[in-house]
């Protein structure tokens, strides 16, 4: 039996052999996979449940499989069915835009991401942690309503008058977010909390006060009592999330922070409980003077106090750990001018379609992606490549959404709208990356999960030490230390130590213009000591040009008709270099057969009955093409001035070739001198010949290149490189280097070709220059000291303050810590924590 099914997940030729092979190990089973249509032809001697070939590809990545009817078929002019490759610029648009799509708007998720991206449709706890779950941020513009100051029920999705009175609509004002009202009833609860805890305080602490005045009023006994009274709004409202928790906790047996504070509060509240109402119960040990029980409801309150301080403070300044997203979403604007016939008329950003005239006035912010079609200005594209120096536009240039006009008016073409636009991508790759998991985060999660329940027998021993041990009275020592080791060793500073991180170092690099695809590659790109590197608009502005066209027999122009013809089926920046060339000069372009791509080589096909090849030496020697010795010489020359240089073959015969000069990037240089200086060798691979690669790589200061490289050559070189041990990075342009993007330890693509490079790379440049590459390695280092510094500040933490808190210092120094103290250190280790985190947003790319 033969079935069909869908595959998603498949980005490159690579995944679907991966797929393909994965899927043939199973027993019975036949397998065909293609990459577009993405869908697998399974031939099996039985029926097999889609769940066991599920099974298998989750195993070796984020694959799907799912029944399929059927799947559209892309085509060659030629009409043979074509895959498309996850680094092709043209035709990707509707793959990346269902993968853009898939963000979860509305879900919660663990801040400490203890089930890596599971989601939960309602707020709540976290069941591993406890922690309050957080609402994923709202990654589009919300749309503005208008309204009127004196008839609010008048509500319209645009600006104009009201119906009734004629008065101008005013933006309404937007509801607090749900991390906001959140915020606002978790300090409703510390201000009860704190009024209720502080009577309690000052009651317990009167007792050091010689000849007690407050005993004129009442006994000790009567005071007791009135603490019981002002503990219950404390202990049953304010804090009572958090016994839940702890009880939870237990029940599941994922023991966390709230599992020690839930024991250690919980044990003194109802140690004092049965002491105030059963007295006799206890021995002399527990009495004070007076007779009476020594209570610790001072004790539990303060603690759950200083523990909802410490949640509130955390609940604040994770807020701010996500401003990167809602700084992003601040630079969409929420209207735009459309034109129709020449009339100007204000619309919201929702309602924009793709081939829409938009006017972009002075100082405005652009609202979608596209082109200018009228018009010249200058634009502040700081806030999406980091760049701080307005760049010139005027008719055919690129605009993208958020980015600033300057003094200037133009009309553009609307490209891209919605999420399609580049800043709706970038915001997507941002809130991704920052909640992946960091390679080194496991090893918290280890050592957190064997954590508490060490803890907890550190807290038996202690009881138990200071009981046989002590001093008079020892279970009264024992009891309180016990207590103490408890609350301090909550583990909330170690599990917030990565993710915190992550999170501020992935928002500053997209606003520094580095888009980090997930934490695994921001934490391997410390660690790359090898940075292999196109040259064709990677170190070269990849806008070629042609310089000349040289032919032997034929007129010019009717050669370049033939090469423009068969170009304008290619997507290589050096064909639309040629095509750009021939409309240039008017030239009518005429119909290919049989066009064919020869990855790395040029490209093929009949133009007027007449076969033509061009593209390098090696496609030349492919089709037996006959070069002349006059011929081969010139072409020598030009590519010795650092040309690139592409052979004209018709009918067999090479009669001539173009010249296409590129021009190195300006920062190329200094950012290449850059990264050898900080020990990463850098090494270019280039399709050119040897000539070109040398002129290049001398101009740049280049020792270690390779000319005549092939896509899999690029592949095999990496290989080669990560078996002698190096950690590779390979920065591309997204058009031909997908094997070696996905192969390297670290793939870096220029932003040149957004949808490209976003789906291909590990990490993409939105400027597109190599200084983005320095970047990044200094925003890794700093990430990953950030962490490090993190997890030693929580590890030492715990490691120096559970045995003060157990009372090693006693016998020597006679300290002891309490649990008050306690508390208060264990809330102020986690904000501390994310404070250091918070201190990435300042860093200076």
Not at 68 to 89: E, G, N, R, Y
Not at 366 to 393: F, R, Y
Not at 690 to 708: F, W
Not at 781 to 809: C, D, E, R, S, T
Request: proline share 4%; charged share 20%.
């Amino acid at each position: 039996m033969i079935h069909t099914y869908t595959i998603t997940g498949m980005s490159c030729d690579g995944c679907r052999s991966k797929v393909e092979k994965t899927l043939n190990t199973i027993e019975g089973v036949k397998a065909s996979v293609t990459l577009d249509p993405p869908m697998a032809t399974i031939t099996m001697e039985k029926h097999i449940p889609i769940f066991q070939f599920q099974k298998a590809l989750y195993a070796v990545g984020k694959y799907t499989i799912s029944e399929s009817d059927s799947v559209a078929t892309v085509h060659k002019p030629d009409d043979t069915p074509v895959a498309k490759s996850c680094c092709s610029s043209k035709g990707s648009g509707d793959n990346q835009h269902k993968k853009i799509q898939n963000n979860n708007p509305g879900k919660y998720y663990c801040p400490m991401f203890c089930e890596g991206e599971k989601v939960y449709d309602q707020a709540g706890d976290c069941p591993v942690c406890g922690m309050d779950l957080v609402k994923y941020p709202e990654l589009t513009v919300q749309k503005t309503q208008y309204t009127c100051p004196m008839h609010p029920e008048i509500v319209k999705d645009q600006p104009g008058s009201c119906s009734i009175c004629g008065m101008d609509l005013v933006p309404m004002a937007t509801a607090d977010s749900d991390e906001e009202k959140g915020y606002k009833k978790m300090l409703r609860k510390m201000k009860i909390a704190v009024g209720f805890t502080t009577p309690i305080f000052i009651i317990a602490m009167s007792d050091m006060i010689p000849n007690n005045p407050m005993y004129q009023l009442m006994d000790a006994n009567s005071w007791n009592w009135v603490q019981l009274f002002l503990s219950l709004p404390v202990v049953f409202y304010a804090c009572w999330i958090f016994f839940v928790r702890a009880w939870k906790s237990i029940l599941t047996w994922n023991l966390n922070m709230f599992t020690l504070i839930g024991i250690g509060s919980g044990v003194a509240f109802l140690f004092s409980l049965v002491g105030l109402l059963f007295p006799s119960i206890f021995p002399h040990e527990f009495k004070n003077h007076n007779g009476v029980v020594s209570l610790y409801f001072e004790a539990t309150t303060v603690i759950l106090t200083l523990v909802l301080l410490g949640q509130l403070m955390e609940a604040k300044a994770h807020s701010q750990t996500s401003g990167a997203i809602k700084a992003l979403l601040k630079l969409a604007p929420t209207e735009a001018t459309l034109v129709v016939d020449g009339n100007d008329s204000i619309i919201s950003i929702h309602d924009i379609k793709k081939g829409d005239l938009l006017r972009v006035k002075p100082g405005e912010k652009i609202p979608v992606d596209g082109k200018i079609t009228s018009g010249a200005s200058t634009i502040d594209e700081s806030m999406l490549t980091g760049e701080p120096i307005p760049v010139d536009k005027t008719v055919g240039d690129a605009v993208s959404s958020g980015t600033i006009n300057g003094t200037k008016s133009f009309v553009m073409l609307a490209e891209k709208v919605g999420s399609e636009t580049l800043l709706s991508q970038i915001i997507q790759m941002v809130n991704v990356a920052s909640r992946s998991r960091a390679p080194i985060q496991k090893l918290a999660d280890t050592i957190a999960k064997y954590f508490v329940p060490i803890v907890v027998l550190v807290a038996v021993l202690t009881f138990v030490v200071w009981a046989s041990f002590g001093p008079e009275p020892a279970l009264v020592y024992g009891f309180i230390n016990a207590i103490a080791v408890l609350i301090i060793a909550c583990p909330c500073a170690l599990g917030l130590a990565t993710p915190m991180s992550v999170m501020v170092g992935v928002g500053k690099g997209a606003q520094s213009g580095v888009l980090i695809k997930n934490a695994e590659a921001l934490e391997n790109m410390n660690k790359v000591n090898v940075l292999i590197t196109d040259k064709t608009g990677t170190i070269t502005e990849g806008k070629p040009s042609v310089e000349k066209i040289y032919v032997i027999v034929k007129e010019e122009d009717e050669v370049l008709q033939f090469i423009a013809s068969l170009n304008k089926y290619s997507e290589h920046p050096l064909a639309e270099a040629i095509v750009d060339f021939a409309k240039a000069r008017n030239i009518a372009l005429l119909e290919v057969e049989g066009f064919e791509a020869i990855a790395g080589k040029g490209v093929l096909g009949a133009v007027s009955n007449k076969k033509v090849a061009l593209g390098n030496q090696k496609l030349m020697e492919q089709v037996n093409v006959t070069v002349s010795d006059d011929l081969e010489n010139k072409i020598s020359a030009e590519q010795k001035l650092g040309k690139t240089v592409s052979y004209i073959g018709i009918d067999g015969e090479a009669i001539g070739f173009v010249s296409i000069t590129d021009a190195i990037k300006s920062t190329s240089k200094a950012a290449i001198k850059e990264l050898m200086r900080q020990g990463v060798e850098v090494v270019m691979l280039t399709g050119d010949n040897e000539n070109t690669a040398k002129a290049v790589a001398d101009e740049l200061g280049l020792s270690s290149y390779k000319a005549s490289c092939l896509p899999e050559d690029k592949f095999e070189e990496i290989k080669k490189l990560q078996a002698q041990g190096k950690i590779v990075a390979m920065a591309g342009d997204g058009i031909n280097d997908a094997p070696a993007l996905a192969q390297a330890n670290v793939g870096i693509a220029m932003g040149t070709g957004t949808d490209v490079a976003i789906e291909s790379a590990k990490i993409t440049l939105v400027k597109g220059d190599l200084q983005g590459i320095v970047k990044a390695r200094n925003l890794s280092h700093a990430v990953m000291q950030n962490i490090k510094q993190n997890l030693v500040f929580a590890f030492l933490y715990n490691v120096l303050g559970i045995p003060i808190a157990a009372g090693v210092l006693y016998p020597v120094f006679g300290i002891l810590l309490s649990p008050m103290i306690a508390a208060l250190a264990m809330s102020f280790s986690s904000v501390s924590v994310i404070v250091n985190a918070l201190r990435l947003r300042n860093l200076k790319l």
